[in-house]
């Protein structure tokens, strides 16, 4: 049972930059998927960022798109998620999840492990 412990979260100013970091523990992580997604207030889940842990592809939402940069190390294990030119429609809570298999899916319904989330809060 794979298990996720975001950390990272935090209130910054439009502009600065930040780095979430999720600890993976609880399994084999190799063939996995992992993903952000993150959810603000009112409005549904929304993916951000995925990385296929076989071979390394990623994949960003448009709106975060030559900001953010996912990663992983795979030693520690531990996701991560740069988060630079923070812009004030970037608050939200944010996740961290995973499934098994390489296949590459934006969808929230299609990763079964999720962490707790973490808030980042962006004020102008």
């Known amino acids: 049972q794979v298990q996720l412990v975001e950390s990272g979260g935090g209130l910054k100013q439009a502009g600065d930059s930040l780095r979430l970091s999720c600890a993976i523990s609880g399994g084999t992580i190799g063939s996995h998927a992992m993903a952000w997604f993150r959810q603000a207030p009112g409005k549904e889940r929304a993916f951000v960022a995925l990385i296929n842990l076989n071979g390394g592809t990623t994949r960003y939402s448009d709106s975060v798109k030559g900001r953010f940069t996912i990663a992983v190390d795979n030693y520690k294990p531990t996701l991560y998620l740069q988060m630079n030119s923070l812009k004030l429609e970037d608050t939200a809570v944010y996740y961290c999840?995973?499934?098994?298999?390489?296949?590459?899916?934006?969808?929230?319904?299609?990763?079964?492990?999720w962490g707790q989330g973490t808030q980042v809060t962006v004020s102008s």
């Open positions: 999840a995973a499934r098994a298999g390489t296949f590459i899916t934006l969808a929230s319904i299609d990763y079964p492990y």
